[in-house]
């Protein structure tokens, strides 16, 4: 017996390392099924108050970020994407008229005019405000979240795309038609500089940001490459091949690893071995249309989107919506894109 025990005390760490080195595989862990109508484009998961709000058509649908059922539907509040301010409990769509809301009450407050075509939407912790990223000029407009009203605007150029913030007052933002990630100074609301990605870079669509390390994470389309990129000086320090059609991802400091969520079903996850060190960890299959993605920080899993259209016959006249029901498991139904006609909203949970 002591034999036994001596030859585990020695071994132990054999045994035990491979447990703590492989986590497992990221695969879905659950499908989140609503039937609706409308085209749809980002999602964002709310950690604080543990939500996933996704815009489809001309109206939100709200999701629990734990229990991944249904909430409700914010009416009236739709566009491309949606931001929170926690504080004073108010959030924001980012359309052509911005829409505000209640996120305890869930109601409608008012419309924001804002210029230029909005697109992306966050809340930056530096400055305290929503920012509104144009595809044209000002191609940034800041909302006090308490109130609504317009604080002023900051012009890029170009077509702003993802955004991320170091929280200590320096804004990055994909500039997606001419593949820079431009710099901003929030506290003097310019911008300070801006990164060319290079020849070898595709159209920046998703961010990750290493606020620690200060490196970038730019997810590019045509061709699909990650863009690695000191955050500090602009430098190239890797260039990675990722699937077609990205326009989403991130990065978790928890398991020092950026993604991106591609259109055509996949999900690359890649590794940072250290600030110098950056390598293809896994792909992961989702389904096709799922090109947009958020962090739930809690579980460290990332939250996906992608439509179901119903099949129909030609000529039929067109169908009005069923009441929405929301459904849990794997779909069989054809899968498209962000756009189109009645059918599933699938909400993707993918971990490991």
Avoid at 60 to 70: A, E, I, K, R
Avoid at 127 to 138: F, R
Avoid at 152 to 180: C, N, P, R, W
Wanted: with cysteine.
């Amino acid at each position: 017996m002591k034999r036994i025990l001596a030859l585990i005390a020695l071994t132990g760490a054999h045994f035990l390392a491979p447990a703590i080195h492989a986590q497992g595989d990221y695969k879905v862990l659950d499908t989140t099924k609503l039937f609706g109508n409308g085209g749809i484009d980002y999602v964002y998961a709310e950690n604080d108050e543990r939500r996933v709000y996704v815009p489809r058509g001309g109206n939100t649908y709200v999701f629990g970020l734990d229990s991944h059922q249904y909430i409700g539907c914010i009416t009236n509040i739709g566009g491309h994407g949606i931001a929170v301010d926690t504080k004073s409990h108010h959030g924001f769509g980012s359309a052509p008229k911005i829409g505000m809301f209640d996120t305890e009450t869930m109601q409608k407050i008012k419309d924001i005019d804002v210029q230029g075509r909005p697109d992306g939407i966050l809340f930056e912790p530096f400055s305290g405000k929503v920012l509104i990223l144009s595809h044209e000029s000002p191609s940034i407009t800041m909302i006090d979240p308490a109130d609504g009203t317009v604080t002023g605007t900051i012009d890029v150029g170009g077509a702003m795309e993802q955004a991320q913030s170091d929280g200590q007052g320096k804004l990055y933002v994909d500039v997606e038609d001419e593949k820079k990630i431009a710099v901003v100074d929030m506290k003097a609301m310019k911008v300070l500089t801006e990164y060319d990605l290079g020849d070898s870079a595709g159209e920046p669509g998703g961010l990750g940001l290493d606020a620690q390390n200060h490196i970038l994470f730019a997810m590019c389309s045509n061709p699909g490459v990650c863009m690695v990129v000191n955050a500090d000086n602009g430098k190239i320090l890797d260039t990675l091949p990722i699937h077609s059609g990205t326009d989403g991802g991130g990065f978790n400091p928890a398991t020092m690893e950026a993604w991106s969520s591609q259109r055509d079903g996949t999900l690359t996850i890649i590794k940072e071995n250290s600030p110098t060190s950056f390598a293809i960890e896994q792909t992961v299959t989702t389904k096709a249309g799922c090109k947009t993605s958020s962090l739930d920080t809690k579980n460290n899993q990332i939250v996906l989107i992608c439509t179901e259209r119903m099949p129909q016959a030609t000529n039929a006249p067109a169908m009005t919506p069923p009441p929405m029901t929301p459904t849990n498991g794997p779909g069989g139904q054809r899968r498209f894109g962000g756009r189109g006609g009645p059918g599933n909203l699938d909400v993707l949970w993918v971990g490991r």
